[in-house]
């Protein structure tokens, strides 16, 4: 398989805390790359260290198989790294065609927008997409799930070749979650790899190609999703079989705080 972006030995550390120690995530092409673990695995500090948000500590990050540092959002962004982020960001008042350019919108000769090209250019974006609206159309007028297409759209402007997902299904129903895997299937097939961070079993097992699998800030395993079954993957997660999650504690009962015999009263209890 081809690797487009590689992690290796990621360390991050804070005062006081160690987010990432050792951690590793592979990315390929035509994949979809499952980043699972506990609240406070390190997947958040991970994308952020990927992005150039964070300085790694130590290991390599290969990009296109070359060793590269990102130094912040714009550069990872520019080089073909986009996110969706769990909270979108849009801006509603603009249209789509201006939420998708924002900072980028193209010029005339006189310096002036050129909103002709601007609007065409957002129409094939949203037409790769199969979306049937036009990028006139102002962003708060579209549902949770057609804006998330629109930030797909945002990150296909920059020709993307990995594109994170975090947790992009919380706000969805079923219908736009189904809209949202049809979309995930075709940017497959043009050849881009995913990362898809999410809680939701049900959706790893059915999108997701690999997973990878973060406990503690370390990098626990990676796996192909056709080699495991639920049970596997939640014990690989929490470092314990699914039969403990719960364990029985003996504990004997504390001295008694409140003691309360034959109370009653008129009208309440009796």
Known sequence: ??????LKGIDKAFPGVKALSG????VY?????????ENGAGKSTMMKVLTGIYTRDAGSLLWLGKE?????PKSSQEAGIGIIHQELNLIPQLTIAEN???????????????????????????AKLNLRFTSQKLVGDLSIGDQQMVEIAKVLSFESKVIIMDEPTDALTDTETESLFRVIRELKSQGRGIVYISHRMKEIFEIC????VFRD????AEREVSSLDED???????????????????KAPGAVRLKVDNLCGPGWIT
């Open 1 to 6: 398989m081809e690797a487009l972006l590689q």
């Open 23 to 26: 951690a590793a995530l592979n």
């Open 29 to 37: 092409a035509g994949r979809v790359m499952a980043l699972v673990g």
């Open 68 to 72: 590269t540092t990102f130094n912040g």
């Open 100 to 126: 998708i350019f924002l900072g980028r919108e193209f010029v005339n000769r006189f310096g002036k927008i050129d909103w002709k090209q601007m609007y065409a250019e957002a129409d094939k974006l949203l």
């Open 209 to 212: 190609d690999d997973v990878t």
């Open 217 to 220: 800030g370390q990098f626990i």
């Open 232 to 250: 596997r993957l939640i014990e690989m997660m929490v470092g314990r079989k699914l039969e403990d999650q719960y364990p029985h504690l003996d």
